[in-house]
Antibody, heavy 120, light 109 residues
Framework: QVQLVESGGGVVQPGRSLRLSCAAS????????MNWVRQAPGKGLEWVAVISYDGGNQYYLDSVKGRFSISRDNSKNTLYLQMNSLRPEDTAVYYC?????????????WGQGTLVTVSS | EIVLTQSPATLSVSPGETATLSCRASQILNRGYLAWYQQKPGQAPRLLIYGVSTRATGIPARFSGSGSGTEFTLTISSLQSEDFAVYYCQQYNNWPPVTFGGGTKVEIK
């Protein structure tokens, strides 16, 4: 069965960096685009970034452009999100989400999420 | 960026009744790329509907989607106890960015 397991969250001071990981299993990871979606405490969902199946293309939410970087290692079935210059408004649960099999930007499997808290 | 506005914010419904949730887009979704997700407390979202009206794998027939242009609806017939949750619409018609609505909470009346 498909599994996505995020790790790397924690408490970090404003301006510092953090790297999230998402370990994938149960499907052919290298065939699918992968996304990061976040949810601030008590708030709705916000898409953050996507990377194509081969890592060749990445797209970002404007508010994270230049600060966050999405990458993947298909040999390790792992997705990453490097977050630099973190701000309090980046505080959220970060989910990795798999592009669905229909080939469009919907998300058919999600991880359980990892909490990032940006606070001094 | 396409903004999605969901209404109402909270919907109180009795078990067995029908819930009707709305999602309005700030621009026409000319390709009909509109999806719905369900999220329960402490859980990740679950894909329910994509392409306005196609149910995802394993989703019961009591969930149905409709609409076109800028107005879309999720209907949940004969509400079961497990259906009380927050529902989000999502557009993937024009991206980046993919955008979500603010959510509708369906609670027990």
């Amino acid at each position: 069965q498909v599994q996505l397991v995020e790790s790397g969250g924690g408490v970090v001071q404003p301006g510092r960096s953090l790297r999230l990981s998402c370990a994938a299993s149960g499907f052919t990871f290298s065939n699918y685009g992968m996304n990061w979606v976040r949810q601030a405490p008590g708030k709705g969902l916000e898409w953050v970034a996507v990377i194509s199946y081969d890592g060749g293309n990445q797209y970002y939410l404007d508010s994270v452009k230049g600060r966050f970087s999405i990458s993947r290692d298909n040999s390790k079935n792992t997705l990453y999100l490097q977050m630099n210059s973190l701000r309090p408004e980046d505080t959220a649960v970060y989910y990795c989400a798999k592009d669905s099999s229909i080939g469009a930007r919907t998300f058919d499997y999600w991880g359980q999420g990892t909490l990032v808290t940006v606070s001094s | 960026e396409i903004v999605l506005t969901q209404s109402p914010a909270t919907l109180s419904v009795s078990p067995g009744e029908t819930a009707t949730l709305s999602c309005r887009a700030s621009q026409i979704l000319n390709r009909g790329y509109l999806a719905w997700y369900q999220q329960k407390p402490g859980q990740a979202p679950r894909l329910l509907i994509y392409g306005v009206s196609t149910r995802a794998t394993g989703i019961p027939a009591r969930f149905s989607g409709s609409g076109s242009g800028t107005e879309f609806t999720l209907t949940i017939s004969s509400l079961q106890s497990e259906d009380f949750a927050v529902y989000y619409c999502q557009q993937y018609n024009n991206w980046p960015p993919v955008t979500f609505g603010g959510g509708t909470k369906v609670e027990i009346k």
